[in-house]
């Protein structure tokens, strides 16, 4: 899942970005309004987290405007306001979630979930491709009785290419929908990532699924039973 | 005189404005009750002495009548006496009906006179000794006609004389006593129609007297009410002016609370999630100890962050109200800072500023918390070195103005934007979010030094243009003896 985190404190900031990629999604963490607004027109996002008083444009009202735009995408307002009109207000605005800080890092997972699942686009808790399963809360890949835990990174590659099965998907894709906004992926980042995978997916004999297209890039490929 | 005017004006303001509204409408009511009554009872005397008048009018034209039927018997009588002719007794015989009737009816009349009474008395018994003779001259008339019928001759001249002189002196007293009776009601008439016309007077003088009263009262209402309006008014804007400050003092609570639930909140929330997130790394076989290292590190400085903002809070609430006196100490504010610019020159000199001092070569001495007041002091040194670029000016002013010690810190810093200024010695407030945290600021340095200043008896006053800097005026009180 794609999330934009808007914190302007950066030591909150950078665990909550932590501890996010870490339950496999790549997260744009920004700390003031005016980027957060420049890259809500720039991105599609699965999720937005916003703290309420930001620098520049505050959470409210990025959030006010998002709904007027008409977009659906679940919004999540992460402050330290915490009074019952506080609340009201937030979600009046049109959040999804509001959450007081601070706030226990399992909640916020846990409510990131939630609403991963109360969004349209959701299309269950796992994605199966063949007979490869992919928990999505749980992060754990399955295939057939054997399965293993797979770390953020890994899971995002693999949600993705599960997501797109038998496509080719050159490195510039891969590039755009797995690199966090304002990082540039070395030359050989994405084949290191691949190479990763495919260790990993050893373990259930599955490293060979993931084939690379010469010149192009990777896909996807279950093998024909 | 003018002492009691004022007395009463002041009585007048202390009341509520009910009763104040009550003796307003009660002036002009008051005013014309007052007239009505005093018409009322005018007109009554009015109508009675009228009556009186009537009545004595009543009682002249009756004792006339009386005279008048007592003359007519006597003529009749004489008339009689002269010719023998019966008929001439007819007025003496309508009289004889007549007279005790209009005694009567006069005895009726001055019934409430007692000395017209006695007269009246006098008057019946003389008219019926009149009466009584005419009479007895009547019957000897007869008598004597009697006598002489066959002969037919006339009466004697001589014995004729006689006998019409007979009578002639009661008839004159008779008279004489009705005159006078007659005289005193007369004398009463006028005395009633002179009381009446005085009576007429003082109703019109009475009249116009009201009608001047009650205009002049209507005139003090008018005013009374005028001036109560604007008082009213007075008052509506005092309560306005109220408001206004109960509204910017409300403010400014609203905005100390949200802002310190903002700031006492982000650092533990901070803390929370690096300890929390530390753990789930800890998973993490290679990586795991590094990370867990770098967050701990971190949670080490945000614990040393939020431990200075409570040490700032405790102080802010340790020194509420003013201080002791007992803690005050003649400080040398020229020593003062010259101590503060020695301390502070490294620092200034590390962010490539200018510092530079201004100071007198005289003691200026103020009483006051040595301690504290290089604390206040200092942070506003601190501030300036804080936001003012490299290559930038930071001053340090002392001079002596008014019986008081002004102390001024400026400098050529990124300033102040006139809307935040008048919040910038709020608990918390912070004129950009972003930059005074990135600065490090906790947004409780500026309140801290108004607190010290406040404390010390003295005024803090900041200026500031945009771009150009900002300048901050302590100004405390010179302590006794500040020359020596």
């Not at chain 2, 804007?237 to 609570?253: F, I, Y």
């Not at chain 2, 108004?450 to 500031?464: C, L």
């Amino acid at each position: 899942m794609r999330i934009l985190l808007v914190e302007d404190d950066a030591d909150q900031r950078e665990p909550l970005h932590a501890a996010l990629t870490r339950s496999g999604h790549v997260v744009d963490a920004v700390g003031d309004g005016i980027t957060a607004r420049w890259l809500l027109g720039e991105k599609d996002y699965d999720l937005l987290i916003f703290d309420w008083m930001l620098p520049g444009e505050d959470g409210l009202s990025l959030c006010q405007s998002c709904r007027r735009e008409g977009q659906g995408v679940p919004i999540l307002i992460l402050t330290a306001k915490d009074t019952t009109a506080d609340k009201v207000m937030g979600l009046d605005a049109g959040a999804d979630d509001y959450l007081v800080k601070p706030v226990d890092m399992e909640e916020l997972l846990a409510r990131v979930r939630a609403l991963r699942r109360r969004s349209p686009l959701w299309q269950g808790d796992k994605l199966q491709v063949s007979e490869l399963v992919l928990q999505l809360d749980t992060m754990r890949v399955e295939r057939g009785d054997a399965s293993l835990k797979l770390s953020g990174r890994d899971f995002q590659l693999l949600e993705y290419l599960m997501r797109h099965p038998q496509q080719i998907l050159t490195h510039d894709q891969i590039e755009q929908a797995l690199w966090e906004w304002g990082t540039e992926p070395e030359s050989n980042a994405v084949t290191a990532r691949v190479k990763r995978l495919r260790l990993r997916l050893r373990d259930i004999g599955a490293d060979t699924w993931i084939e690379t297209v010469y010149g192009l890039g990777y896909r996807l490929d279950p093998p024909a039973t | 005189m003018a002492n009691l005017a004022h007395r009463i004006y002041e009585h007048w303001h202390s009341l509520p404005i009910r009763v104040r509204g009550a003796v307003i409408i009660a002036i002009p009511v008051t005013c014309l009750f007052t007239a009505l009554g005093a018409f009322a009872w005018l007109k009554s005397s009015l109508a009675e002495d009228e009556a009186w008048v009537q009545h004595t009018q009543t009682v002249r034209l009756e004792t006339k009548q009386l005279l008048n039927a007592l003359i007519d018997a006597e003529t009749g009588v004489r008339g009689y006496g002269l010719t023998r002719q019966n008929e001439f007794l007819a007025p003496y015989h309508q009289a004889q009906a007549v007279i005790p009737e209009s005694l009567t009816r006069l005895r009726r009349l001055v019934s409430d006179n007692p000395q017209q009474v006695a007269h009246l008395e006098d008057i019946q018994t003389l008219v019926n000794e009149n009466l009584a003779i005419l009479q007895q001259k009547i019957t000897l008339q007869q008598e004597l006609r009697l006598l002489q019928e066959p002969t037919n001759m006339p009466v004697p001249t001589a014995s004729l004389y006689e006998w019409l002189e007979e009578g002639r002196e009661l008839m004159d007293e008779t008279r004489e006593a009705i005159d006078r009776f007659a005289q005193i009601e007369e004398e009463l008439l006028t005395q009633r129609q002179q009381h009446q016309h005085q009576y007429r007077q003082i109703t019109w003088i009475v009249l116009c007297g009201s009608g001047v009263l009650g205009t002049a009262g209507a005139l003090l209402a008018i005013h009374l009410f005028f001036q109560l309006e604007q008082e009213l008014a007075d008052r509506e804007l005092a309560l306005t002016a109220t408001n206004h400050r109960l509204e910017v003092a409300c403010d400014q609570l609203q905005r100390f609370t949200a802002n310190a639930s903002h700031e006492l909140r982000a650092p533990v929330a901070a803390v929370m999630a690096n300890a929390q997130v530390g753990l789930m790394e800890l998973d993490d076989p290679d990586e795991g100890l590094r990370l867990l290292r770098q967050r701990l590190y971190k949670i080490v400085a945000l614990s040393k962050q939020m431990s200075g903002l409570v040490g700032e809070l405790l102080f802010l609430a340790r020194y509420e109200g003013s201080l002791a006196s007992d803690a005050l100490q003649p400080v040398d504010l020229t020593d003062l800072l010259w101590q503060l610019y020695a301390d502070w020159l490294p620092q200034a000199n590390a962010n490539a500023l200018q510092l530079t001092a201004h100071l007198p070569d005289h003691k200026v001495t103020v009483s006051a918390d040595a301690i504290l007041l290089r604390q206040a002091i200092a942070n506003l040194l601190s501030n300036a070195c804080r936001y003012t670029p490299a290559q930038g000016m930071v001053e340090l002013h002392l001079q002596q103005q008014n019986l008081q010690a002004v102390v001024k810190v400026s400098d050529s810093g990124i300033g102040i934007p006139p809307e935040a200024l008048p919040h910038i010695f709020e608990r918390f407030y912070r004129v950009d979010p972003q930059r005074s945290k990135a600065s490090g600021g906790m947004g409780l340095g500026l309140a801290i030094v108004q607190h010290i200043i406040q404390v010390h008896g003295g005024q803090i006053k900041a200026t500031s243009m945009v771009g150009q800097g900002t300048t901050f005026q302590i100004f405390l009180p010179l302590a006794g003896g500040s020359l020596g």
